[in-house]
């Protein structure tokens, strides 16, 4: 069975940094893209940043040179490190991956459980 984890949320300070951390279990045959969603209250969710097999990357224009999006291929994971941290980055922030779980299948969207990030003096 698939799963996403993530860890590293909490509350951060203005202008703080924080590293979110997000762990795909399970066996698979290959990913796609991982990437960071959040969801603020009353808001929808949006995608905060992607990242590509072959190691390309995009993110929402709001976080663009603060955030930044890593992988680690050997341990199917993906990190999202946060910089300059705003009050509105206030959200819960989901893991998310697109995936073959097996040869010749269609790809398969998971999501994690999601983890809070409160940015607050």
């Known amino acids: 069975q698939v799963q996403l984890v993530e860890s590293g949320g909490g509350l951060v300070q203005p202008g703080g940094s924080m590293r979110l951390s997000c762990v795909l279990s399970g066996s698979i045959f290959s990913i796609y893209a991982m990437g960071w969603y959040r969801q603020a209250p009353g808001k929808q969710r949006e995608s905060v940043a992607r990242?590509?097999?072959?190691?390309?990357?995009n993110y929402e224009d709001s976080v663009k040179g603060r955030f930044t999006i890593s992988r680690d291929n050997a341990k199917n994971a993906v990190y999202l490190q946060m910089n300059s941290l705003k009050s509105e980055d206030t959200a819960v922030y989901y893991c998310?991956?697109?995936?073959?779980?097996?040869?010749?299948?269609?790809?398969?969207?998971?999501w994690g459980q999601g983890t809070q990030v409160t940015v607050s003096s």
């Open positions: 990242i590509y097999s072959i190691g390309n990357t």
């Open positions: 998310n991956a697109d995936l073959w779980v097996r040869a010749g299948e269609r790809l398969t969207n998971y």
